[in-house]
């Protein structure tokens, strides 16, 4: 990472030296995205899949021109996918079964499942590069920085009217926070002098800790009583593609 960072301020300082424009120009694009790798996965004994589905990207940034073909560009991104609930439910249940192995179908009813879409932002810098064919702009960059993830809160109830104690499986880290690297292209086409249509295609990587833990907690007449079964934490790879339609604004 550091290697990648020193490029990046060599490539913007040695062409600053060039600097033709002073031309900022901003773009807001939003689109879909699509999880790749292991984050789509849905393999139960994988401790790095990820359950994540088609989901929602928006990039704002910002681009300082420097030269003829080079840029020095900041984004933010906000994406979210929403998980499979069926798959990950059935990864709870069966880490269930290491405590409770028996449970029958008349028991579904007291087993709920809780859990919310994958979603994160990104602070990230790079280089752009761009081929210009007759005010029609082809960008190629190169991107780093900074992700917060905030984890599905998936849990999973077991809870027994007729018992005296409830099953738990649930996170107990909310957010992570990691490195991100995006690679991707756009093109941007003229509407008018200061406004240019933008689509683009982006893949996207970083990765999350998800921390869990498993209790049972018993209910006396007058006490409470916790009991941790387990613990767990995985590191799953956080990567999709991205594909965005926006506009570009041109400050002059």
Known sequence: MKKIVALFVFIALSISAYSQSDNWYFSFSMGESWPTGAFQKTDIYNNKSGFAKKGFAVLLDATYPVSKHWGFKGMAMMNTNPVDRNWLGTKLETRMQAFY???????????????????????????????????????????????????????????????????????????????????????????????????????????????YEQIRVTKGTSTVTTEKLGSGSANIPIEMISGTIGFVYYLN
């Open 101 to 211: 192995p028996v449970i029958d179908e008349a028991d579904r009813p007291f087993l709920s499942l809780r859990a919310n879409s994958w979603m994160w932002n990104a602070l990230l810098a790079g280089p752009v590069f761009t081929l210009n064919f007759d005010r029609i702009y082809w960008d190629f960059q190169a991107l780093g920085g900074m992700n917060v993830a905030y984890l599905p809160q998936q849990k999973l109830l077991y809870e027994k009217a007729a018992n005296n104690w409830f099953y738990l499986d649930r996170n107990t880290s909310t957010i992570n926070v990691s490195y991100g690297l995006m690679a991707g292209t756009a093109v941007r086409f003229p509407v008018t002098d200061r406004i240019n249509l933008r689509v683009g295609v982006d893949y996207y990587r970083s990765n999350a800790k998800v921390q």
